[in-house]
């Protein structure tokens, strides 16, 4: 073994405070010295005005879980006393810190303790529910302390363990809160909370962010959706609504002809008419309401003549000012270059232009375009800008920026773990962002894969590859489906497989595969497993176990955007949002699913797989030991039995606690996926 050394210090310390707890929280030493038992230890000192003259805190305060020993990088501190400067001294530590004679390395952060957090949000109020959504509302705190930045909505759905109720009282209530939970934010004191369950009891509690931090969590409040006949019933108060106001309208339409007539008023009217009706059109493009505020994406194929589509949204570029320097890539319409593009009195840029082939029919040409009066109409840092378009000489060209690193797939097969979670959470991050641009304008992209992400020398990641119908024509992955469409299969929701349907919530299912990818540096999502057998799997319900080395909290993320019930996976802001906190939060990350789903050393040639000689040791390796005897009483005794066995069935030998049973369940997932692929491969089980 190389020798180890102590490490460097935690970086990037971070205070959160209210009235009662003071969160720190850190990001790892950059070096571990080259070991994996890295600890933190936190030593408190009270200073005066002149910082020579600090004393530890001593006994008056209390750190959660304790001191020293931390395995996480964050501790609550308690019972601190108000307007003290508090310095907080953060170590990291490993097994030879102790042997060490060099000075302590640690990060200290001073907090002082005036100020005062917001208090807490009073009453909750539901506005109105239906089957999907509940709208809720809410008096601002008594005392914000401060400008109010925005307000965390926390809600889970309100489930019982399917027993009789005789035996609630054995689980403790933390038991349902461990069921996956949901956040929103809302800069107003209200919000529309959407992709909910019809019927369904829901727990929220709210709490305020200011500059000084957040209140505590309200009290919990129970809010039920509507079911269908609610839904119904506020369709029927719209129509209502609507009904009355027309009526109201023409009432009104009459009056006003009259007065008008009367009056003599009709030039005014007229102009002021003609404004309104200028004002319309300008929003109003090509067939396509635009709402002031919301930029919307707009179909080219909605343009009778799609040139006047490419006009509109991509600048002509003069190809003198356009330099090729080298083939980097074959396209489906033909060579894709790297180059470089002066604009009068700025510097050259580099840039990537993907050339039209000649001997094109017109089809082909409008095809090609199509993708520039796409790409033209967005701009966000994650989604690839176009610069514009060569059409009015040979050959046809389409410029975009330049991305050193090329697709992400193959950049990451070429740099196979060599990148910290962190990074890996960063390139997700950016492309949830992009993602939620796109979505937010009303694109769907059909065709969300690591192959059509690309990377650049600051290893940002940008959505590309737009072009509907077209991309999935000239995808190498895309498929024929029964329906005759061509889908990239192992990308693609089950419902837009089946029946075409396409949506921001496909989108989301595809994302969870690019996370998949990402976290796998580049593996072929379901391996080598057949279309078909893809297919029926996730019909049945399996989904994609976690790869190597990735964080629990993201492979939950994923599995949450491959929910079948497409209403229920997260809408691209929320997924925004749960990177970001892990982000922010990097000791979230650092429960991986191996820690889970402990897997014994396996023997042979298939070392990467989970191989259970029984069930009883399958059992110790998921930590659900206790349920050995339930097992073999019921009889299944062994793996091929466990195999098989549903939902219902672990329910049925009593487990009851729901956390053991997703535990359960999720390892027979993963298991019988690994089962699959094996015998894809034709190894031997
Ligand atoms: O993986 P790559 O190097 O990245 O190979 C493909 C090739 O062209 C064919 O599509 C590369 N490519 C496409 N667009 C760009 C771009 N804007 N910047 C750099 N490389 C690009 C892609």
């Not at 209390?62 to 996480?72: A, E, K, S, Y």
Request: proline share 5%; glycine share 8%.
């Amino acid at each position: 073994m190389a020798c180890t050394r102590p490490p460097s210090a935690p970086r990037n310390v971070i205070f959160n405070i209210n009235e009662t707890a003071l969160l720190l929280e850190w990001s790892p030493p950059s070096d571990t010295g080259g070991r994996k038992d890295l600890t933190y230890s936190v030593i408190c000192k009270k200073c005066g005005s002149d910082a020579s003259q600090c004393e530890i805190c001593g006994g008056g305060i209390r750190f959660v879980p304790r001191h020293t020993g931390l395995i996480n990088s964050s501790v609550t501190v308690l019972d601190f006393v108000s307007h003290v400067n508090y310095t907080f001294e953060i170590e990291a530590m490993n097994g030879v810190s102790e042997l060490s004679f060099s000075p302590k390395q640690f990060t200290a952060i001073t907090v002082t303790t005036d100020q005062d957090a917001p208090s807490l949000i009073g009453m909750v109020r539901k506005d109105w529910a239906s089957q999907n959504s509940i709208a809720l509302s809410w008096q601002e705190p008594d005392f914000p302390n401060g400008a109010i930045l925005d307000y965390e909505i926390k809600y889970y759905e309100k489930v019982y363990p399917r027993i009789a109720p005789a035996f609630w009282h054995y689980l403790r209530v933390e038991e349902h809160e461990q069921l996956s939970y949901s956040s929103t934010r809302s800069k107003a004191p209200s919000v529309i909370v959407t992709g909910l369950k019809p019927a369904t009891k829901y727990i929220f509690h709210i709490r305020v962010r200011t500059a000084t931090g957040y209140s505590g969590y309200s009290q919990k409040f129970e809010f039920e959706t509507g079911d269908e006949t609610s839904d119904i019933a506020a369709e029927q108060g719209q129509i209502l609504v609507i009904a009355t106001a027309a009526v109201g309208g023409f009432t009104l339409l009459v009056i006003l002809t009259l007065f008008f007539l009367i009056t003599g008023r009709c030039q005014w009217y007229i102009k002021a008419k003609m404004k309104s009706e200028e004002k319309r059109r300008a929003h109003l493009q090509n067939g396509h309401l635009r709402f002031p505020g919301t930029k919307t994406y707009i179909d080219p194929d909605t343009y009778e003549d799609p040139s006047l589509a490419v006009h509109e949204f991509a600048k002509e570029i003069d190809p003198s000012r356009i330099r090729i320097e080298r083939v980097i890539g074959a396209g489906e319409f033909g060579e894709v270059c790297s180059g470089r593009l002066k604009t009068p009195g700025k510097r050259e840029i580099p840039v990537a232009i993907k050339t039209l082939k000649g001997g094109y029919v017109d089809r082909q040409r409008r095809d090609f375009l199509r993708e520039a009066s796409i790409m033209g109409q967005f701009d966000h840092p994650n989604i690839i800008r176009l610069e514009g378009v060569v059409t009015k000489s040979r050959p046809v060209m389409i410029v975009v920026e330049y991305m050193e690193n090329g697709s992400l797939d193959s950049f990451l097969r070429k740099h196979d773990g060599h990148f910290t979670v962190i990074q890996l959470v960063g390139m997700l991050r950016g492309i949830a962002s992009g993602m939620k641009y796109l979505s937010d304008m009303g694109y769907v992209h059909r065709d969300l894969a690591a192959r059509n992400i690309l990377v650049n020398s600051n290893l940002m990641c940008k959505v590309s590859d737009f072009g509907l119908s077209r991309v999935l024509e000239d995808d190498p992955e895309a498929a024929y489906t029964t329906s005759g469409g061509k889908i990239p299969i192992r990308w693609t929701a089950p419902e837009a497989i089946a029946y075409r349907k396409f949506s921001s919530a496909s989108d989301t299912w595809s994302y969870g595969i690019v996370m998949w990818e990402v976290m796998s540096y580049g593996e072929r999502p379901y391996w080598e497993m057949s279309n078909q057998d893809v297919i029926l799997s996730i019909e049945e319900g399996y989904r994609l176990p976690a790869p190597m080395g990735c964080p629990a909290s993201l492979h939950q993320l994923m599995l949450h955007c491959w929910q079948k019930e497409r209403n229920h996976r997260p809408k691209f802001t929320d997924i925004v949002s749960f990177l970001d906190k892990l982000i922010r939060n990097p000791s979230s990350l650092h429960t991986l699913v191996e820690d889970i789903l402990v897997m014994p050393d396996s023997p042979g040639e298939v070392p990467e797989y989970p191989f259970f000689v029984s069930v009883s040791d399958w059992l110790d390796s998921i930590k659900m030991g206790q349920y050995k005897t339930n097992f073999m009483a019921a009889g299944y005794t062994t793996m091929d039995l466990v195999l098989r066995m549903s939902i219902d069935d672990i329910r049925r030998i009593g487990v009851v606690l729901i956390g053991h049973q997703r535990r359960i369940v999720s390892s027979l997932q993963t298991l019988r996926l690994h089962m699959m692929h094996i015998q894809e491969k034709g190894f031997h089980v």
